[in-house]
T-cell receptor, first 113, second 113 residues
Framework: KAGVTQTPRYLIKTRGQQVTLSCSPI?????VSWYQQTPGQGLQFLFE???????NKGNFPGRFSGRQFSNSRSEMNVSTLELGDSALYLC????????????FGAGTRLSVL | QKEVEQNSGPLSVPEGAIASLNCTYS??????FFWYRQYSGKSPELIMS????GDKEDGRFTAQLNKASQYVSLLIRDSQPSDSATYLC?????????????FGKGTRLSVIA
């Protein structure tokens, strides 16, 4: 079974630009969660999508948004990039059956110059 | 008070010794607890999940949970240099399997050969 796939693996953008990251969950998983990881703040929850609906949201500004498609693939978008948005963005999928376990993709490393 | 706290380390242990990693959490309603391992530059991978008070063993790893003390730990027996990584404690808040995971900032473990 293929794991969680994130594309692209690396991105370099400049301030003010926008970026879209993609995540394909494990086959059969309907829940996709996004996290931002930085050395100072650790892993912070951005949002979670289930069946194309945002089910949970973390404490990030509205510049961070996401969506989920009918095939469970998810995208997250960051608009008006700031230097502080430089981070590893991780996507995790789970099957949402009982105490579900999240499996992480390899991440997208975003550098904002 | 931070929601999930871990000693950042580094925790250094000699090869073959027992490494003990600790985590405390603030939400008394937390029901699900996870340990992830993250190698430098890689994504987190699940090592253990634990839901009930007591010990849970899997190979060289033992997770211990004490909900009354709001404390969860991970013991690694016969530590190997390949165990050198950052260990992340994650807690699911509340009783629902749909609530987000909250991560500690991780403890860096170094196993010295």
């Amino acid at each position: 079974k293929a794991g969680v796939t994130q594309t692209p693996r690396y991105l370099i953008k400049t301030r003010g630009q926008q970026v879209t990251l993609s995540c394909s969950p494990i086959s059969g998983h309907r829940s996709v969660s996004w996290y931002q990881q930085t050395p100072g703040q650790g892993l912070q929850f951005l949002f979670e999508y289930f069946s194309e609906t945002q089910r949970n949201k973390g404490n990030f500004p509205g510049r961070f948004s996401g969506r989920q498609f009918s095939n469970s693939r998810s995208e997250m978008n960051v608009s008006t990039l700031e230097l502080g948005d430089s981070a590893l963005y991780l996507c995790a999928s789970s099957s949402d059956g009982g105490p579900d376990i999240q499996y992480f993709g390899a991440g997208t490393r975003l550098s904002v110059l | 008070q931070k929601e999930v706290e871990q000693n950042s380390g580094p925790l250094s242990v000699p090869e073959g010794a027992i490494a003990s990693l600790n985590c405390t959490y603030s939400d008394r309603g937390s029901q699900s607890f996870f340990w992830y391992r993250q190698y430098s530059g890689k994504s987190p991978e699940l090592i253990m999940s634990i839901y009930s008070n007591g010990d849970k063993e899997d190979g060289r790893f033992t997770a211990q949970l004490n909900k009354a003390s709001q404390y969860v730990s991970l013991l690694i027996r016969d530590s190997q240099p390949s165990d050198s990584a950052t260990y992340l404690c994650a807690v699911r808040r509340g009783n629902s399997g749909n609530t987000p995971l909250v991560f500690g900032k991780g403890t860096r473990l170094s196993v010295i050969a």
